[in-house]
């Protein structure tokens, strides 16, 4: 069942912990190496380490939703949009595009909201893999 996703290299689902620190606090992240890889592209698009990275999302979801109550769970799904918005063709392929020089507005009216409809498809039903 669902052979495209089972035969995953197992080094992409094996978790690693990272140390960042937050303002001076060290923090300990654990996310599975996919996640790290993603995020360590986002973070070269824009000329920053993957800890410059987390601080700066960390301090902008702070001051937009006033804390923070699963940041891991938080750059788990930065990552998906990440990698959907580029499907969608809101953020470039090009990795040599900057993100922070893209218009957010114009990047997030490419994006699709496959959950809003809260329909679910088994992996093997020939509707989701037709859609």
Known sequence: MCEVFIN???ALYESRIRSV???????SIRLEN??????????????????????RLHDEL???????????SFLRVCCGRYL??????????D???????????????????PFSSGET???GDPQTLAA
């Open 62 to 72: 702070v001051a937009e939703r006033g804390g923070v109550d699963n940041f891991a």
């Open 95 to 113: 990795a040599s595009i900057p993100i922070r020089s893209l218009n957010a507005q114009r990047v997030l009216a490419t994006e699709r909201r």
């Open 34 to 55: 996919l996640f790290w890889d993603v995020l360590g592209d986002v973070a070269r698009r824009d000329g920053m380490s993957v800890p410059q990275l987390c601080t």
């Open 121 to 123: 498809r088994a992996c």
């Open 21 to 27: 620190r937050l303002h001076g606090v060290a923090t």
């Open 8 to 10: 995953a290299d197992p």
């Open 84 to 93: 959907a918005l580029q499907l969608s063709g809101g953020i470039p392929r």
